[in-house]
């Protein structure tokens, strides 16, 4: 075999799992066209992203940074039949590309994408009371990441599973004294992560087309307690 390193070898797996996808590859050429950075998940690690939600079953997902929806469509084809997703986007031309993305994947009926800093919807879901969500995946600004952390532990209940994406960012996070926000914030996502007894997590990392990168991946043991809050997510 041809040492083409990581990204041949991810080139080859992902023709042998995601071999032809015309909803994805529309989605890709629709977000470049648009202008949008190419920074969603690889092909292979949407499917990582499916194949989650359906191990959960997920009724509910919640994600945190649209970009085009390509991470939102791998995540919305995970969903049971009757689930529904809701993406939190920044900007609203990312918002606007990955809704157009969504409704020519038919998931548009499915999934609804809320514009603004992630931070304040997050806030409304909590003060709304929502029923909890099966899923979260953390895909934002980096430096809010514990942030996010402490959302989604609110948001969620026993048995719901936190995910992560650029937990590694090239291995930058290893560095202790790393003065980079979106390292700095990343390693305070993960301490928190490892110490927080309400979860049970670990790292995978990842190597391919986008260098080598990791997944946190925590489910949650128990649900939120009374005192995170007056908004009762978790009924049990
Ligand atoms: N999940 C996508 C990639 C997301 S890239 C995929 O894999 O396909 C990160 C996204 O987070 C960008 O679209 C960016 O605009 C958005 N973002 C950045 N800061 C944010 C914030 N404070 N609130 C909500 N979204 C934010
Ligand atoms: C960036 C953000 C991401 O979510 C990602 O997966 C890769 C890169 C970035 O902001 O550069
Ligand atoms: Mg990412």
């Not at 946190?216 to 307690?225: D, E, K, N, Q, W």
Request: charged fraction near 20%; include cysteine; glycine fraction near 10%.
């Amino acid at each position: 075999m041809p040492d083409e390193g990581w990204a041949g070898v991810d080139r080859y797996l992902g023709e042998e799992f995601v071999p032809s996808d015309p909803v994805l590859d529309a989605a890709l050429r629709e977000s470049s066209a648009a202008g949008l950075p190419s920074i969603q998940v690889s092909p292979l690690q949407g499917r990582l992203l499916q194949v989650l939600a359906e191990a959960v079953r997920a009724r509910r997902i919640l994600e945190i940074g649209t970009l085009g929806g390509y991470s939102t469509i791998c995540l919305a084809r995970g969903l049971a039949a009757d689930g529904r997703l809701l993406s939190l986007e920044l900007s609203p031309h990312h918002a606007e590309v990955a809704r157009r993305n969504l409704a020519r994947a038919g998931l548009d009926d499915r999934v609804e994408i809320r514009v603004g800093p992630a931070l304040d919807s997050l806030a409304r879901l909590g003060a709304a009371g929502e029923e909890p969500f099966d899923l979260v995946f953390i895909d934002a600004d980096k430096t809010s990441y514990p942030q996010y952390l402490d959302w989604s532990l609110r948001l969620t209940s026993a048995g719901s599973l936190i995910v992560a994406d650029n937990v590694v960012r090239q291995g930058g996070v290893a560095d202790p004294g790393t003065r980079d926000p979106s390292n700095v914030g990343i390693r305070a996502f993960l301490h928190r992560l490892a110490n927080e007894p309400r979860v049970n997590a670990t790292v995978i990392q990842t190597v391919g087309s986008k260098g080598h990168d990791g997944f946190a991946l925590g489910v949650v043991l128990s649900g939120p307690t009374p005192s995170d809050g007056p908004s009762r997510v978790n009924p049990a």
